[in-house]
């Protein structure tokens, strides 16, 4: 082994040495944080055994709340477009079926609305990856990527097999919807408590309410 080999091999191990440790610091600053948050903010009081552990995941685990969790960036920012039903994607709603992905709706304004595809279609493959076997989280994640990313589909609509060739977009959907029923009877109806919730069920009363005597929610 040469003089300057041996040189690179110390350095590559004190830079892999060290970013170990910069990980162990933060892992455990993060849980500490996560510690401190519990005792002085958690709707009861939790015994310090249960915040005895080394990781995130066991603290929920010994708290036993179904409705506590620990988002990441990523996590939280995804649980915030859930509640606003705000994402990036191709505009449809799914459900999984033997062949792959069922699309049990199409958004308006979206790519696939455009395209040309249609409730009913099957999506079989992404990308050339078949989705028969993939869970309905997976073929979404498959579906789902960066915003003005394109995805290749092939969708199997009756005995024609289609590929579509579509743009993720930024998909908004409103969270309030209203309705005239039998003439007289205003319904609005709420999907999520979102953050334009209030502007869209204002916007849906104010359009009915000259025209209804009565009025659900």
């Known amino acids: ?17 060290f970013i170990v440790f910069q990980l162990n610091v933060f892992a455990a600053g993060q849980i500490d944080e996560v510690k401190d948050i519990i005792k002085n903010y958690y709707v009861e009081n939790v015994d310090d055994s249960k915040l005895n552990v080394n990781t995130v995941d066991d603290l929920f685990k010994n708290i036993g ?5 620990y988002f ?11 509640i606003n039903q705000s994402y990036v994607g191709i505009g449809v709603s799914v459900e999984k079926c033997e062949e792959g992905v069922l699309i049990t709706g199409v958004f308006d304004n979206s790519s ?3 395209a040309g595809v249609l409730p009913g279609d099957i999506i079989i493959e992404v990308n050339s990856v078949s989705i028969s076997n993939k869970s309905l989280e997976e073929a979404i994640l498959l579906i789902r990527g960066e915003e003005g990313t394109f995805v290749n589909l092939k969708v199997k609509r009756g005995s ?19 309705q005239l029923i039998d003439g007289h009877i ?10 334009n919730t209030n502007a869209e069920f204002l916007n849906e009363y104010n359009s009915l309410k000259s025209k209804v005597q009565i009025f659900l929610f």
Do not use: C, H, W
Not at 186 to 195: A, N, V
């Open 72 to 82: 990441t960036s990523d996590d939280f920012e995804s649980f915030v477009d859930s």
């Open 65 to 69: 709340d179904p409705y506590s969790t």
């Open 160 to 178: 024609e097999t289609l590929n579509f060739y579509l743009k993720r977009t930024k998909i908004e959907i409103a969270t309030a919807k209203g």
């Open 112 to 114: 696939a609305k455009q």
């Open 186 to 195: 205003g319904y609005i109806s709420l999907t999520s408590f979102g953050e």
């Open 1 to 17: 082994m040469t003089k300057y080999s041996l040189k690179q091999r110390i350095i590559s191990i004190f830079i892999l040495f």
